[in-house]
């Protein structure tokens, strides 16, 4: 539902990097089959329900829950590019658990099994840094679709990387709001999802990316929004 501030879906709760345990993501691979395989008979809203119910159970495989805080103000209604940072797969699970809409995500993370099946048939779309990327998003915007990125690619914990005005010019292209995400554990087998005060897409994406990026750091570092 497009009304500002997106609906999350709640996972629930200990430990952020360890790969999950092969009892606990066996009968969720299993599930992820099933609906990989019958996702694309159903068109976007199928690849949607794929990509937000699989990236909850592989969460809660792990044993991790998110936690979501909203934006002063509502998100702008119309097109949206979410930018986030990534410092591995969970981060780019729980973005997808809170804002439904269609990925972009580095080849690097595309490359690892847990996000392998989900960039196959689940509609991701993987930057390989070419431009075909950013002419799919801008379309995507153009229909009024929200996109979700990571342009810093798999940073650390602490650190949103160098966001790339390349991963945020369809924003200009398409003239869509940017709305900046903070992704931070906290605590024993929390994320956070900091929900950020939207960016107007203006004319220069490099400006567009480094306030993106100074919002986002400044959550990591201090645990509070700009």
Not at 33 to 55: E, I, N, P, S
Not at 109 to 127: E, I, K, Q, Y
Not at 135 to 141: F, G, K, N, S
């Amino acid at each position: 539902m497009d009304n500002g501030t997106p609906t999350p879906v709640r996972t629930s709760a200990p430990a952020r990097s360890a790969p999950p345990a092969r009892s606990a993501m066996t009968p969720v691979l299993a599930r992820t089959a099933v609906r990989a395989a019958t996702a694309t008979w159903g068109g976007d809203r199928r690849q949607q329900r794929l990509r937000v119910c699989t990236a909850a159970d592989l969460l809660l495989a792990q044993g991790l829950r998110v936690r979501v805080v909203n934006p002063p103000v509502a998100w702008p209604r119309g097109p949206r590019l979410v930018v986030a940072n990534a410092a591995g797969w969970a981060d780019v699970l729980a973005l997808a658990t809170v804002v439904p809409g269609t990925p972009v995500v580095d080849a690097a993370l595309a490359a690892r099994p847990l996000l392998r099946s989900l960039a196959r048939r689940g509609g991701l779309l993987v930057d390989d840094g070419s431009g075909t990327v950013r002419a799919q998003v801008t379309a995507l915007l153009r229909t009024g679709a929200t996109v979700t990125a990571h342009p810093g690619g798999a940073a650390g914990a602490d650190d949103p990387g160098r966001f790339r005005a390349r991963a945020l010019a369809p924003a200009v292209d398409a003239q869509a709001a940017v709305c900046p995400v903070a992704v931070r554990p906290a605590g024993s087998g929390v994320l956070e999802v900091h929900l950020l005060s939207a960016l107007q897409p203006g004319h220069d994406a490099r400006a567009l990316a480094a306030l993106a990026e100074y919002a986002v750091a400044h959550v990591l570092e201090s645990g509070a929004p700009v």
